[in-house]
């Protein structure tokens, strides 16, 4: 299918990148359909595109690159409702806030989104356990992590990890 984006003009999503969010990301339920897009610029910050509205897109990121010690619980019910049956099949990414001024960036460590990536079905979880911010400042630590990794900064990681059937667990992922 060709979608419109307001991002990245229009692009081409296979049915196998289409990401179903039921209950849609906070503040956005009736967007129920996005996929993800890579815009190739080095920077590992992927764009989740809603497949309806061409204007919404929010930027993720993967909480292992800037906080490796990240650790999402979920509970047995939210295991059910993304139909993980192994927790090796859930890919994590933060959704991050990029303001004017780039350093500012900041990312919402509190309602992670998590996502099946066999079954391509996700949910943004809110953390009740855990005094995590929703304002995390990351700006320092995602440059850090770009200039300690330099060849890992070309890599599509996140977006290839969704198109292979087994991968390795994005940030920790545990079940409470």
């Known amino acids: ?23 849609g990301v906070l503040g956005f339920p009736e967007d129920q359909n996005f996929c993800l897009v890579d815009p190739g610029d080095d920077t590992l910050i992927l ?8 204007h919404l897109a929010f930027p993720v990121l993967e909480p292992k690159i800037f906080k490796p010690e990240y650790i999402v619980r979920l509970s047995a019910a939210e295991l059910r ?12 990414f933060t959704i991050l806030t990029i303001p ?24 943004q979880i809110v953390l009740q356990e855990n005094d995590q ?3 995390h400042p ?9 200039i300690a990794n330099p060849s890992k900064s070309t ?17 920790r992922v ?3």
């Open 155 to 171: 890599e599509k990681s996140a977006l290839a990890a969704l198109e292979v059937k087994e991968l390795p667990v994005h940030a």
């Open 100 to 123: 004017a001024v780039m350093s500012e960036m900041t990312a919402n460590l509190k309602a992670p989104l998590v996502i099946n990536v066999r079954e391509k079905t996700a949910k």
């Open 47 to 54: 764009w989740l595109q809603s497949l309806s509205k061409p």
């Open 138 to 146: 990351m700006f320092k630590e995602l440059r850090t992590h770009l």
């Open 133 to 135: 911010p929703i304002k």
């Open 174 to 176: 545990e079940l409470i």
């Open 81 to 92: 409702e993304l139909r993980l049956s192994s927790i090796k099949d859930a890919s994590v």
């Open 1 to 23: 299918m060709i979608v419109k984006t307001g991002r990245f003009g229009q692009i081409e999503v296979s049915s196998e990148e289409i990401i179903s969010i039921p209950s």
